[in-house]
């Protein structure tokens, strides 16, 4: 890996270049080390020498999940004596995969989040407090904790305690940043605000937000983010990553998208045709790995749906920026004329205040139809008729249209949010592969 932070302020054409020429030593590593990368070169006639321009990897066929969970093993490029940390995909889109990492990959782990929390002005007199798991093959915990000691920042390592065990943390070691998923911040102001505790004047100033968009197609904060900001003083930024290109991007204090990390990735943003799309149209992320040693990715399709901001950012980086994540390609519902992803139906019960919890589903008719079930648990202090207009009333507003809203018991749909194999709060199903079409 060239290690080099100043790359993402060089110039566009010297980006480039650079990239370029760690392009040609990724392919010539693929070739020895990789018998998923050998086998594809061979079979496509490839010629690794004749690819030398960023422009020239549309020549190469994509990498696939399912490449992913299939050869899984004849994508490592190193001995097993090599590895020295094992992580697991999330498996948001069917059966999780295996990544190993070398001494080398956890070293690049640590610059790409060094570089991250840096982005979004995280110093070494800052206090994070880290509320993600470093346990269950994860890679989120493991990778900001090695960032966080690169940065020279001081860590608190608490993980996803309950509310009441954050709280007496802040209080007792007064972090000044938490990173954490965006909607337990609500579950920290509904606790605050039930114990008389004043965190407009705690030592919190900012939050690093993962997981889950804070931010519309459009830009703007989503329903959460701005419930977050109408209470608590503080300043969210937003980072996405994910296990299969051990990369982040993560904003900067400009809040105009996640930046791109050029000595890290090769991304590409292509449309349902495979086709690229211009910059900021919204299409598929498809990243090539650089520096990865155990088992790099070449354009490898994420089915993530974002964005590429090709302009200087004002904080004077050079390197693109992304969107926001408005949804996983697979997750894409059409429902009643309207096409939209899971994420946005999240976001209107997120913010509504007589909703405890939920689950979506994702369901097709009997005709082959998509067709999107909403199970609402309310807290005790309504009831079903006196609210269900109302739900459907902030759909329509929200996303022009309304699903079917069934009302469950909160413990009920607590077990589904909460399943003992996942390490995320599950909210959404797909259970169209399981209906009986005609």
């Known amino acids: 890996m060239t290690e080099n932070k100043d790359i993402e302020f060089a110039g566009k054409n010297e980006i480039k270049r650079f990239q370029e020429a760690e392009l040609q030593k990724l392919l010539v590593y693929l070739s020895e080390k990789s018998r998923f990368y050998a086998d594809m070169f061979r079979n496509n006639g490839i010629n690794i020498s004749e690819i030398k321009t960023l422009e020239d990897l549309r020549r190469i066929p994509f990498t696939t999940k399912q490449d992913l969970q299939l050869r899984n093993n004849d994508f490592?490029?190193?001995?097993?004596?090599?590895?020295v940390d094992y992580l697991t995909t999330s498996g948001t889109l069917g059966t999780p995969v295996v990544f190993a990492l070398t001494d080398k990959d956890l070293d690049r782990l640590a610059l790409n989040e060094c570089l991250s929390f840096g982005c979004a002005g995280v110093s070494p007199d800052d206090t994070v407090q880290l509320m993600c798991t470093m346990d269950?093959?994860?890679?989120?915990?493991?990778?900001?904790?090695?960032?966080?000691?690169?940065?020279?920042a001081g860590i608190i390592r608490v993980g996803s305690a309950v509310p009441e065990f954050q709280w007496d943390t802040i209080m007792r070691l007064k972090p000044t940043v938490l990173a954490l998923v965006p909607s337990f911040v609500k579950s920290l102001l509904k606790y605050a605000d039930a114990h008389g505790i004043d965190y407009n004047n705690c030592s919190v100033r900012k939050i690093v937000c993962m997981g889950e968009a804070i931010y519309q197609e459009d830009g703007s904060y989503s329903l959460l983010a701005k419930d977050i900001l109408s209470k608590w003083n503080v300043e969210l930024y937003s980072s996405y990553a994910s296990t299969e290109m051990s990369t982040s991007f993560t904003e900067c204090k400009c809040h105009k998208g996640g930046h791109h990390h050029p000595q890290l990735l090769i991304c590409e943003i292509v449309d349902e045709n495979l086709n690229p799309v211009e910059p900021g149209q919204y299409g598929e992320l498809v990243i090539t790995t650089l520096g990865?040693?155990?088992?790099?990715?070449?354009?490898?399709?994420t089915g993530d749906i974002t964005c590429?901001?090709?302009?200087?950012?004002?904080?004077?980086?050079?390197?693109?920026?992304i969107g926001p994540i408005v949804g996983r390609l697979n997750q894409m519902i059409k429902f009643k004329g309207t096409a939209l992803y899971p994420p946005a139906v999240f976001d209107v019960l997120d913010n509504v205040p007589y909703v405890e919890n939920y689950f979506v589903r994702l369901q097709s008719d009997c005709d082959g139809l998509d067709h999107l079930v909403v199970e609402v648990g309310l807290r005790d202090s309504v009831t079903q008729d006196s609210v269900f207009k109302d739900l459907k009333d902030r759909f329509r507003s929200k996303i022009r249209v309304t699903p079917e809203i069934v009302f469950g018991s909160v413990d009920e749909i607590n077990k589904l949010n909460n399943q003992p194999m996942n390490r995320k709060v599950v909210k959404f199903a797909d259970e169209r592969k399981c209906q009986n079409k005609k």
Do not use: H, I
């Open 292 to 301: 990865v040693e155990g088992m790099p990715l070449l354009r490898f399709r």
């Open 76 to 83: 490592l490029c190193v001995d097993n004596r090599q590895v």
């Open 308 to 321: 590429m901001y090709t302009d200087k950012c004002d904080c004077g980086r050079n390197s693109f920026r």
């Open 136 to 152: 269950k093959r994860f890679m989120c915990g493991l990778a900001w904790y090695l960032g966080l000691r690169k940065l020279g």
